[in-house]
């Protein structure tokens, strides 16, 4: 068995600015590493130290690979100074992934917001790779205000896929921004979806209190407990289950997670903090 | 088979100090000060006559000889040396077993404890006392060992008799052959060890006889969190409990590495400190001390269990007797199980109402 702490050096090719806090790093491995959309990796910085991101591109770009970043912390404040050319490490990919054979021919909700877009994205891309399997796909994505909003170059691209419908909701309106879209918390979207609830398939993710309102609103629109899939942050140091800092009662985020459906942990401590 | 302490104690000391073929490292409990039962696996001072095989199990847990609070793992660094080590316990051997599921499994591996469990033979001692704090029998434990060593020793007068668990101990029992006299085992020895045995347990049993037993624990997750709270008020969170618990592997990883090197070190964290599960931007699904306090008795009884289908406690006793607020882990499972909450006029939980039926 290799080495599990194995670290594959890889070069940032590309940043793009998302919002002030928020930049995507675009990665080239060292050697390409295989991926599923909903995994993660291990971000390191030599000598710094290294934290827990979702790839936010396809799982189908063969060599390369984005990873959205907030500055909230000490690393990802290194992160932010990375300059195109530095080298960074990863570790991985770990975890589970989102089921997407369960998606097919299925009419898939995501619902998103903050830098939980990040994972969506990933997701989102990897369907609309081979978006004939799914019979269409609501993305619902807010964020704090215009400015916070995230992947803004993209929008009009994903609003014209067929069978694709992504609406952008902002929490509010700071003096000075402009917006035409829907404004108030993401959950505020949920009344304009209109898929048969009973048997369709929804995608979770977000800040905690995001995360807990959209999923008791998402069983209150009548999807199932197990058709209901969450990306959990919790604090994944090591990505296979030895350093147990993510661990929810008897699960691990990194290893049984972070994809969980909500009726696997619905009974789990500290769920949403 | 059986051998006279001195002959043992001789080919051991003279194993510590000329490198033979077989180890290039043995390692021994030494008595923490003359006359004392109390020993270390770490200590290195003392006299060499002040090695001690029986007693109770050392000081500190032998996680620390296979698991180092402080190791490089990417690149791996520990290089295997043939080691030995002596007069351990059965409450550290069960330890091992579950840091053996826990690092070395279908999944992943821990490189440098792997390296460190192949290249150490075990030779393991029945208890001949028992410590203030040990509790194995609480626990589904024995004062002895079954499994799990390569070489045991049970003693017996002036004797060990020595019963082999692997390869490595048969290859051991033959080199101990080549300089000491090991004789076959007589009848009369075997009741005499049953005999020892059962005299060490029941030792143990009695001075436990007040505490709850591990079947009876189940009902910890529904103890009232006041109660949790007024236990963990003596508790500093120093996290002494856990970095001296011989199954706690809790690690932090970090990088050390240099402009576009990157090398990885583990060392041992605390779910009992402040930032063990707080997550970038600050939330924390513990932020409190009576959690985190609370959260160590749910890993050890319902997690690792579940984890690993053996409890995370041994019985050992260390964690009670390392914590500066001189919390005794036995009586806190007591009172959680027990206790109503008086502060808040709480009736008893089920388990409390079950106990005072029986």
Redesign the interface.
Known sequence: ?P?????I?ATIYDIVQESPLIRTLRLKPDLPIRFKTGQFIEL????????PFTPSSSHFGSDVMDVTV?K??F??EHIHKARVGD?V?LRGPFGTWYPLEKFEGKDLLILGGGCGLAPLRSLFLTLVDEIKKYRSITFLAGAKTPADCLYKQAVSEWQSYPGVRFIRAVDAIPAGENWEEDVGVVTMLLPKVSVDTSVNPAVVCGP?VMMKFGTFDLLKMGFKEENIYLSM???M??G???????????FYAC?DGPVFTYAQIKNE??LW? | MIIKVDDLMAFLRNSVLAESDLFQEVILPLRLKEGSNMVSFLSRLGASDSYFLDGFRAVDPIKLVFYGAREQ????AAKPVQRLIAGVKACDLKALQLLDR??INK?????AYKVWRDSTTILSADCTEAGPACHCTLVGGKPYSEGGFDLNLSRIDDSYVLTTGSDKGRELLEVIQCTAVVKDLEARAQKAILEARTKITELVQSRNSDFLRSEEYRGLREGDMSVWGKESRQCVGCGACTNICPTC??????????????V?V?SY?S?QWQG??????G?????RMRQRFRNRYL?KF??MP??FKTLGCTGCGRCTEACPGQIDFRTVVRDVLELPAPELGNPPGPNAQEKREV
């Open positions: 068995m080495n599990p702490y194995e670290v050096p390191s910085i030599p000598g710094i130290g290294e934290g907030m909230t912390g690393v990802t080298r490490g905690p942050e919790k604090k140091y090591c296979f289950g030895q350093c147990r800092h993510c661990v929810m009662g008897s290893k401590e500290g903090d | 793992v990417y690149p791996v826990a690092l999944d992943f591996i821990d490189p592997y809790c690690l932090i990883l970090n990088e050390e590495g240099r402009t576009d090197t990157f990885k583990r964290d779910c063990y599960a707080r997550v970038a931007g939330a924390s699904p513990r932020p890993c319902l997690y579940s984890n």
